[in-house]
């Protein structure tokens, strides 16, 4: 198992929310590495991350749509994909072929590699629509 994740200001998105609920999305990745000590957790991960990411996307989609974002659409697809990708690997751990240790390994990589790509890139890129979104309601953190 690679090195735990470590949240580092350079992902901020200056919403101290959505920072939040990064910071709890890499918990629950990190979580991952410890299936080999606690067979059973990625379940648990599983259903977590279920409940989070509806959380989180929401409350992102709902400030975007707010602030007018103009690339809502493709962003919101990028979560929906992201939905899509959970269910078809909920779904292969419940059939139970790959060994939970092995799809803990599999399931972690992918979700660093997407979180930080996803946080760095799309996400960086509504930062500025955001902190001069007038009519956002939330403290933005924007310097
Ligand atoms: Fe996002």
Redesign the pocket.
């Given at each position: 198992m690679p090195e735990k994740l470590i949240w580092k200001e350079e992902y901020s998105v200056g919403v101290p929310l959505l920072d939040q609920q990064h910071q709890g999305l890499i918990e629950l990745i990190n979580l991952l590495s410890d299936e080999k000590a606690k067979p059973g957790l990625i379940g648990q991960v599983f259903q977590e991350l279920e409940a989070y990411t509806k959380d989180h996307?929401s409350a992102?989609e709902k400030m975007l749509k707010a602030s007018d974002y103009g690339a809502l659409k493709a962003?919101k697809k990028?979560?929906r994909a992201f939905e899509q990708w959970l269910s078809a690997v909920r779904q292969t751990y419940s059939v139970g072929v790959t060994s939970p240790t092995i799809l803990a390994e599999t399931v972690n990589a992918f979700l660093r590699d997407w979180l930080i790509n996803?946080i760095l890139s799309?996400?960086m890129a509504y930062k500025e629509t955001l902190c001069i979104a007038a009519d956002t309601k939330h403290e933005a953190n924007c310097e």
């Open positions: 996307f992102e962003h990028e979560h996803h799309s996400d």
